[in-house]
């Protein structure tokens, strides 16, 4: 054992002699030969360098994955202008060929004076001011037009045939059934042409149809179904109505159901002669909810005035006899 210990500690102030000789040998060897130390010492600095590269490369790419996998795409509402308000009424205008009607009159765009009827010039475009826009979803009383932003409040007053309606300050959809019998022969002019001037002052915000009745079938204008108060369909309208002629018998009943079913919410209901009475009673089935108003008008004579004082009466609406000094 004394011999090991001797041993070992002969070994170990060797190499403590040996160490303590290397350091100042390396000094010396480094400032007597500076480019041998440097050409040893490269290679390990390029790799230093190299490897914080990656390592930084690799923090970066982390990053960039981590913050743009966070991000979620932002829910983007599409909103167009448009210049005209006839654009933005409701989707089937912008195309009134999507609902496929059964009829269609082709309408002559170019405005040529030949071309116009006397009332035509007078449908021009309504004020802005005259809409109110209330925002999608309210305004109840404004019916489906809340879908398009769009409210008949603030209109001021009704629509107005023959001074009847005014009072109806909701009316969205209003149909003229007009009696176009043998009998009217001779003032069927007269109320065409109050049908224009009524249709004229209706509103954008507003849709109208017009029904003629007499023996047969109703002759509907096209393109058959309520179509909003703009230039183009007024127009339409107005075309329609000039080529209406007088004849046949008096039988309005197949006109009055026509108009309940498509959804009018008042109607017109204009004749000059008798019909059936069962009328009366047809009308408290098709209007048992009363959500139509109908207002009557006796033109020139008195005829079926009982009727439709009876028909004005129970269906929330006003009766008028309209006499040759009214047509003055």
């Not at 996998?69 to 089937?92: K, Q, V």
């Not at 059964?102 to 116009?116: F, G, H, M, W, Y």
């Not at 879908?147 to 007053?157: N, P, Q, R, V």
């Amino acid at each position: 054992m004394g011999v090991l210990k001797q041993s070992i500690s002969s070994v170990s102030g060797a190499a403590s002699e040996q160490a303590s000789q290397a350091g100042p040998n390396l000094a010396r060897s480094i400032l007597d030969d500076p480019g041998q130390f440097l050409n040893a010492l490269l290679p390990w600095a390029i790799s230093l360098v190299f490897h914080v590269m990656i390592f930084l490369l690799m923090f970066l790419v982390v990053w960039v994955v981590r913050v743009t996998g966070m991000e979620e795409p932002l829910p983007l509402s599409e909103a167009r202008l448009t210049e005209y308000l006839d654009d933005a009424i409701a989707p089937d205008l912008q195309n009134p060929d999507l609902q496929r009607p059964d009829e269609i009159v082709p309408l002559n765009r170019e405005s040529t004076a030949e071309q116009k009827l006397d009332l035509l010039s007078e449908v021009t475009a309504v004020n802005k001011s005259d809409i109110s826009i209330i925002g999608i979803g309210a305004g109840a009383a404004s019916g489906d037009l809340t879908k398009y932003g769009l409210s008949t409040a603030g209109l001021g007053e009704g629509p107005s045939f023959f001074g009847l309606g005014r009072g109806a300050l909701h009316a969205r959809k209003i149909c003229y059934v007009v009696d176009r019998s043998g009998s009217m022969v001779d003032e069927l002019d007269y109320v065409k042409e109050e049908v224009m001037r009524s249709i004229n002052r209706l509103h954008r915000v507003q849709q109208f149809h017009v029904i003629f009745f007499s023996g047969g079938p109703p002759i509907e204008a096209p393109p058959k179904r309520f179509v909003h108060a703009i230039k183009e369909y007024k127009k339409q309208a107005f075309e329609f109505l000039s080529m209406i002629e007088a004849g046949g018998s008096t039988e309005p009943s197949k006109a009055m159901s026509r108009a309940i079913r498509q959804g009018a919410d008042l109607i017109y209901f204009l004749t000059d002669g008798e019909f059936a009475p069962t009328l009366v009673e047809q009308l408290k089935k098709w209007n048992k909810d009363q959500k139509v108003r109908i207002y009557t008008i006796a033109f020139l004579r008195r005829n079926g005035e009982d009727l439709l004082r009876q028909i004005a009466r129970q269906n929330g609406g006003e009766f008028r006899f309209i006499s040759e000094d009214d047509l003055d």
